[in-house]
DNA sequence: TCGCGAATACTTGTATGCAAGCATGTTCGG
DNA sequence: CCGAACATGCTTGCATACAAGTATTCGCGA
């Protein structure tokens, strides 16, 4: 469960770890890996980009052996490309593999959202109606950032309403690719209000328990973002291979 | 999706690789790991059982780095629990690990079989036929390693005609615990004939192109391995947790 | 004989050194 | 002037040495 967790740092996505905080906690691996994974994930490594394990160690201000294992994860991750005594490079972004992310979230999310929708309580679905309604505050707001941590947090919540939270651990590991396209989707927040709509028909569908329709509703949502695919294939055609 | 093929090794199970091995191949690292998964689900290495790293490397003949790369990915697989500073122990099988694999399982494959049903051509069913001709010479032959090859094979030949490949991977990468129960169940063959019947069942419906009827049949089939799981735990009652 | 303490022998985490291989730049020959 | 061969500097893969911490065990004292 918490193989996963390391990752997804909701830290402030700086790459550079500094001395005191390596001093302090020791988990260096799971920051070596969570600072890299956001490093290529939010593009600040861009696809195709050569990565060097030494240079990584000295900008990490660790010794290559975490960088090695971090990049070991990664490359299951498929977010690089491992070419023994040549290099080690971030992987353009496909669409073979945004397929199979979304295969991969489609099918764990929705068979989670059916359970979810039968055993969740009242006391769940409030809490589920206080994300949404704090996503609605980030909006709001203007913070897109805020919006996509809401975002993350109310699929995590259904997920792990089902009682296996596996569920988000493994979409998320599975979806670097897609995540790589959402971020790069953050300038053109064209749709997060029908974002919120469907949240709210998703949310809604688990309230009352129709197992189908929150199905059927989340699987419409997760596909809106290969919609944005189209719009970053054009602006970012070197993002992409072949 | 070759991020987990390094792990199947149909290899005859021997964990101890030998120097020629590793002298004609360089690709130590996939056999540590392949060798190392196939001794725990195997149950040669007993769940609750201590590893030590510099064992291993000794009786692999390599040294710590790759056992550690390899112990690290395991850990992802929930098979292995590292401790820092007090040892690496073989996970015992736990329902909750053992549900989330099913759930994994399920809902991978069966997305994966309703593609298939819908894109299977005549020579893909033909192919599907010819595995479980195949698998039912095993089962006369009194073969059940090979009955379970073969049982493999068909399961990822359905999810390759998804296109998916990935629901294969991260299925069998999910399963370790699954497949301990399996491996387990290797001598309680009482219920082969009525695997083969499932396995006859979820063809046919993808050769009849009805996706629903085939997930539904896939469904059931993957089910049953639970039920091997009260035998299992009765008659190995120390490879359980709590 | 029992109990407590310190030393020892393990463990994993990290850092570093060595080996093998590919790419590129340079230099020598035609 | 052009081309090819060689040398150099990079890369990752693997092995090994060092550091930090824990459990156990052995020895000593009461």
């Known amino acids: 469960m918490d193989a996963f967790n390391d990752t997804e740092g909701h830290a402030p996505s700086r790459m550079r770890i500094t001395i005191s905080d390596r001093a302090a906690g020791l988990r260096t691996r799971g920051h070596v890996y969570a600072a890299l994974r956001d490093a290529i ?3 600040e ?3 195709g980009q ?4 030494t240079d990584l160690a000295e900008r990490l201000g660790v010794s290559r052996t975490p960088v090695r294992e971090a990049l070991v ?3 299951d991750d498929r977010l690089v490309e491992i070419v023994p005594q040549l290099g080690t490079y971030v992987t353009r972004i496909s669409h073979a593999a945004v397929g199979d992310a979304q295969f991969v979230r489609e099918s764990l999310e929705c068979a989670a959202v059916r359970l979810a929708a039968q055993k969740a309580s009242a006391e769940d679905i409030e809490a589920l109606h206080a994300i949404l309604q704090r996503q609605v505050e980030a909006h709001q707001a203007n913070d897109v950032a805020r919006f996509y941590v809401f975002d ?3 699929h995590r919540s259904l997920c792990d309403l089902s009682a296996h939270g596996i569920a988000w651990s493994l979409s998320q590991r599975a979806s670097g690719h897609l995540n790589r ?3 790069l989707s953050m300038t053109l927040p064209a749709y997060i209000d029908e974002m919120i709509d469907e949240h709210h028909t998703v949310v809604g569908a688990v309230a009352r328990k129709k197992a189908s329709e929150a199905e059927k509703a989340l699987r419409k949502h997760l596909q809106m973002v290969l919609s944005f695919l189209p719009d970053i294939q054009r602006s970012h055609p070197q ?3 072949s």
């Not at 050569?50 to 394990?53: F, G």
């Open 152 to 154: 993350d947090e109310l």
């Open 45 to 47: 490594f861009e696809p």
């Open 41 to 43: 994930v939010t593009a």
């Open 181 to 183: 396209i959402r971020r």
């Open 50 to 53: 050569r990565l060097s394990e």
């Open 239 to 241: 993002y992409f291979e």
């Open 73 to 75: 994860r990664l490359r």
